[in-house]
């Protein structure tokens, strides 16, 4: 298509955080006013390193202790996703069932979001 700039499938940006971002480590996208997820494709340990996120896909992510169906939209609370809203902003779908005892779930990121139309 001529005006396509990029596939937009990562973004690249400075880390302005103190803490140190692990490779694969889900991550509101660290932009002034961000209202979406990445998935750190290298590790960023110092202020001011740069580094690609990937901002679409499916990824197999830390899941809160709760049975979660196929579809079901998910939160992130700073370390795990599930179905119980635990902050102001979705994440994705679930790719596929899960049971209460699973640690991880394959999860579509950035789909199927409230938050692109500013709604909460």
Do not use: C, H
């Not at 635990?86 to 679930?94: D, N, Q, S």
């Not at 069932?97 to 979001?113: C, D, E, M, S």
């Amino acid at each position: 298509m001529k005006t396509e700039v990029l596939s937009g499938k990562t973004i690249t940006v400075t880390r302005a955080t103190t803490a140190s971002i692990a490779a694969g480590t889900l991550t509101p996208i660290p932009l002034a006013s961000a209202k979406f997820f990445g998935v750190a494709a290298t590790t960023l340990a110092s202020t001011g390193d740069s580094g690609a996120f990937y901002t679409e896909g499916v990824f197999s992510l830390p899941k809160l202790a709760e049975g979660i169906t196929q579809g079901t939209q998910l939160y992130f609370n700073g370390a795990a996703v599930g179905a119980t809203r635990t902050g102001p902003l979705a994440v994705g779908v679930a790719w596929e069932t899960a049971t209460t005892g699973a640690t991880t779930l394959p999860v579509k990121i950035n789909f199927n979001l409230p938050n692109a139309t500013g709604a909460v």
